[in-house]
Structure formats: C-alpha cells, structure tokens
C-alpha cells in the first residue's frame, strides 16, 4: 500500500516554456501533498504544501506564480513550472501524506521528475 | 541549531558488518522519526517509523530512540552492497505534522 506515482519521470525542455509534472497516490487518498526540489548532491528542499481543494501553501523563497500547484481531486497533485530556465534544471519529487494519527501520519514519495532545461 | 541533524559521512562498512547511522534533533517535544533511504538518483523510500522509547526491529532494520538524550538511530545488521545509499532521518514538527524536517542524510557504503 501507499504507493505514489509522478509523470513524466523525466523531461527536457526549452527554456521559456512550461512544464506540468503529475503526482498521484495510487491506492489511498491523499488530502495533502509536498512538492520538494533536489539539486544534486544536496538534501532535499519543501517547496510548497498542496490541500485538495484549497490554495498550497508555499515556502520561503518559493516563487507562486512560477510553481503553479493544483490539487483538485483527493488522488492528483499537479505542478507546473512556469517559463521554464536552466536554474529551475532539477530533480522535483513530490510526496504524499497517509493518515494514521497525528504524529504518526507518514509522507510517501514519488519516484520524482528530473527536469532539464535547455 | 538544525532541527535534525546527521552526520553526512561516507560511513564504511563491510559486508556482513552492522552499519549503525545516528541521527539527532532539537526539539524535546518531537513525538515521531522516520527513516527514509535514497539510492543515488532515486527518490526517498520509508524503512520505518518509531515513536516510543527503546527499540523497532524490522528485518535487518532496527530503529533505537532515547528521547531523554534526542537521539534516534538506524541499525543496519548484515550489511550489503544493496544497503549503500543515503539515509535520511525525518522528524514533524511537534505542531504541524505536515511539517517534516529532513536531516542532510548519511552516505552509506557498503563494500564486498
């Protein structure tokens, strides 16, 4: 059980067009999602907090209008990287919250996307 | 001073050997850890959770937490090549448990 997905698991684009990445939680639903970014060799980094059906919640320095969140159904999370360039060049992984109990409750990862943009 | 922290390593060990990764946090509230390894490239994948005092054996995973000292650590019995990787130590905020703080993680290699 538990199992999230992402689509694409890769991608490669030009600079200045948009990219959607897909997160789904294939076998429960998720209430809330974590996009989360990783350049390589450093940890990961919160990008933003998704609630279905209402606004994400975005972290410090985390640019709103150039990560596009949508978290419409209890199963889809969607992140769209707006006018892509070279810097936004990174491994986006988002992750899924199972609930079991307030402190208990567990984050499940997708396999992530790894954009590049040229 | 870092909500969770965790030395970056490489911490080696042999095959067979146990491979034992620490991992320590700051706030005396925190309720729940996790364990999490990253293969090179990969995402994140959960080994397990603990959340009392002692110890969560697992296979050969076994989770010891001693909140007294705000420790928690991930041992690793029998270790194999298939074992090297990155461990990340997870821990929520005591009042927001959307909140996860990821420690840096500790690179584990295992050598034939």
């Known amino acids: 059980g538990a199992v999230v997905s992402q689509h694409p698991s890769r991608v490669i684009c030009k600079s200045g067009t948009s990219v959607k990445i897909e997160c789904r939680s294939l076998?429960?639903?998720?209430?809330?999602m974590f996009w989360y970014r990783q350049f390589p060799k450093q940890s990961l980094m919160l990008m933003a907090t998704?609630?279905?059906?209402?606004?994400?919640?975005?972290e410090q320095g985390v640019e709103k209008d150039k990560f596009l969140i949508n978290h419409a159904s209890l199963t889809l999370s969607t992140l769209t990287v707006t006018s892509a360039h070279p810097e936004d060049s990174s491994f986006y992984i988002c992750?899924?919250?199972?609930?079991?109990?307030?402190?208990?409750?567990?984050?499940?990862f997708g396999p992530g996307t790894r954009l590049t943009v040229l | 001073q870092k909500e969770v922290e965790q030395n970056s390593g490489p911490l080696s060990v042999p095959e067979g050997a146990i491979a034992s990764l620490n991992c320590t946090y700051s706030?005396?509230?925190?309720?729940?850890f996790f364990w999490y390894r990253q293969y090179s490239g990969k995402s994140p994948e959960l080994i397990m959770f603990i959340y009392s005092n002692g110890d969560k054996e697992d296979g050969r995973f076994t989770a010891q937490l001693n909140k007294a000292s705000q420790y928690v650590s991930l041992l690793i019995r029998d270790s194999q090549p298939s074992d090297s990787a990155t461990y990340l130590c997870a821990v929520p905020a005591r009042y927001n448990f959307n909140k996860f703080y990821f420690g840096s993680g500790t690179k584990l290699n295992v050598k034939p």
């Open positions: 076998d429960f639903q998720a209430t809330t």
């Open positions: 998704s609630n279905e059906g209402s606004k994400a919640t975005y």
């Open positions: 706030d005396r509230g925190s309720q729940s």
């Open positions: 992750s899924a919250r199972v609930v079991r109990g307030g402190s208990t409750d567990t984050q499940y």
